[in-house]
């Protein structure tokens, strides 16, 4: 049995050294170089080429090198019965947490505007508002969302969730399923986005969620670009609804020339990096997984492919 690990545009190097540090034995390709389809039960990937699992007649495992697993499952290609895993990870999770805390420290403290104010050689302090005033939404409260929660309970902010399913977090107002939706944005001041992307999620961050929150509402955008009606969140942002927000993540990364993102004041923009994947912590729980396959035993971290995360 052989793994096989494609990522294209993304180097795989630090990724198979890992691997074969980690597991002197294990024999792993690199996609595209040549090798023989009929060996690999298991694949590590990251943005494959579309359709080409169909060629693997023995593939059991698909594992993503990240959190999400969007990039395998909207390929309409993909064959039924293969199991999908998700990467679970302290460190991924610490990063998240303390990047989505910064945001809002820098939003609540008004950073841009002293930036901004500092360029332009002005002294114009600003009211702010203090940390137990604010509530913060988390849309999307699973491993990643729960640290964030805890790193913002941690500096007195209040926090609420919302899920498919109700869950129970040390204080966190949990909200659940649809019915719910209106009442949890209508208290999010802060509305931090870490759904999973799905055809469900596809485009939720519209005008007319916008239009729910609390005027002077901040979006922070830390999920998928594809969650987000771009046109729509520069009309909110323009009219005055929202007072700014924080993009991670784009449909299109990088975003292109001229995009109003870009220098748009309200709007801040990273490049995809709130919390990336290190090869070297992740992969124990890929070679742990590769062996629950050899023997036989339910993998870690498998994605439930009917709701697909
Ligand atoms: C990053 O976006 C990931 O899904 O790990």
Redesign the pocket.
């Known amino acids: 049995m052989s793994l096989l690990v494609i990522s294209p545009g993304k180097d795989p190097e630090a990724w198979v050294k890992a691997l074969k540090e980690q597991h002197p034995g294990l024999n792993i390709y690199v996609y595209p170089e040549d090798h023989d389809k009929e060996e690999v039960e298991f694949a590590l990937t990251w943005k494959h080429p579309r359709g080409i699992f169909k060629n693997y007649p023995n593939l059991k495992v698909i594992a993503?090198?990240?959190?999400?697993v969007d990039h395998i499952t909207s390929d309409e290609e993909l064959p039924e019965n293969i199991k999908i895993t998700k990467?679970v990870d302290d460190r991924?999770e610490e990063d998240m947490g303390t990047f989505v805390l910064s945001l809002i420290l820098a939003h609540q403290r008004n950073l841009l505007h002293y930036r901004e104010s500092q360029l332009n050689e002005k002294w114009e302090p600003v009211p702010y508002t203090r940390n137990n005033q604010i509530k913060v939404g988390i849309l999307g409260i699973g491993n990643l969302g729960q640290r964030v929660a805890h790193k913002l309970l941690q500096n007195d902010f209040q926090v609420i969730g919302f899920s498919r399913n109700k869950k129970e977090i040390e204080n966190v107002e949990s909200f659940a399923g649809e019915d719910e939706l209106d009442e949890f944005l209508e208290q999010s001041n802060i509305l931090v986005n870490m759904l999973p992307l799905t055809p469900n999620t596809e485009k939720i961050l519209d005008k007319e969620l916008f239009e729910k929150l609390p005027k002077g509402a901040y979006l922070i955008n830390v999920a998928?670009g594809e969650h987000l009606v771009e046109q729509d969140l520069l009309a909110k942002v323009d009219d005055g609804h929202l007072s700014g927000a924080a993009l991670d993540?784009f449909w299109e990364e990088p975003i292109r020339d001229e995009h109003p993102f870009w220098k748009h004041p309200k709007i801040r923009v990273t490049p995809?990096i709130?919390?990336v994947?290190h090869p070297k912590s992740v992969v124990p729980q890929i070679i742990e997984n590769y062996e629950r396959l050899q023997d036989r035993e339910p993998l870690k971290n498998e994605v439930k492919r009917d709701i697909g995360y």
């Open positions: 993503s090198m990240g959190a999400g990467v991924l998928r993540v995809h709130a919390s994947t």
